[in-house]
């Protein structure tokens, strides 16, 4: 008698351990899912956004390239102007701006993928 409730007992809590650990994985796996998705959504964003932004970036330097050009009287000199002015923004980026860039990038991810409040 004691020894077959026992038995029950064991398979029952047998039972449930393998109950909690398929639900547990099934809760991980869609929590995966979820920051996966979120962090495709962000990337797709950020993509749509950058050539929006690179198009009209794009469009402005001929603007101002153009209206230098104009001022100055020669042709080319808008547009190596304005290039010369990319460059040294390049170059400063290059130089300066490689640890600020990464702060920002991992405060955003780190923001979205660690502050789920509506996850509990």
Do not use: C, W
């Not at 962000?42 to 330097?61: C, E, H, K, Q, Y």
């Not at 002015?85 to 979205?112: A, N, Q, T």
């Amino acid at each position: 008698m004691a020894f077959e409730k026992l038995s029950n007992s064991v398979h029952d809590l047998n039972n449930n351990i393998q109950s909690y650990m398929q639900s547990n994985s099934e809760y991980y796996k869609l929590r995966a899912f979820r920051q996966g998705m979120k962090g495709a959504t962000s990337l797709v964003r950020f993509l749509v956004m950058g050539f929006l932004l690179s198009t009209a970036g794009i469009m402005l330097s001929f603007a101002v390239a153009i209206v230098i050009s104009e001022a100055i009287g020669v042709p080319s000199s808008g547009y190596f102007i304005v290039g010369g002015f990319y460059m040294i923004v390049f170059v400063l980026i290059f130089i300066f701006g490689k640890e600020p860039i990464e702060k920002l990038i991992l405060r955003k991810f780190s923001k979205s993928v660690f502050n789920d409040t509506d996850d509990e």
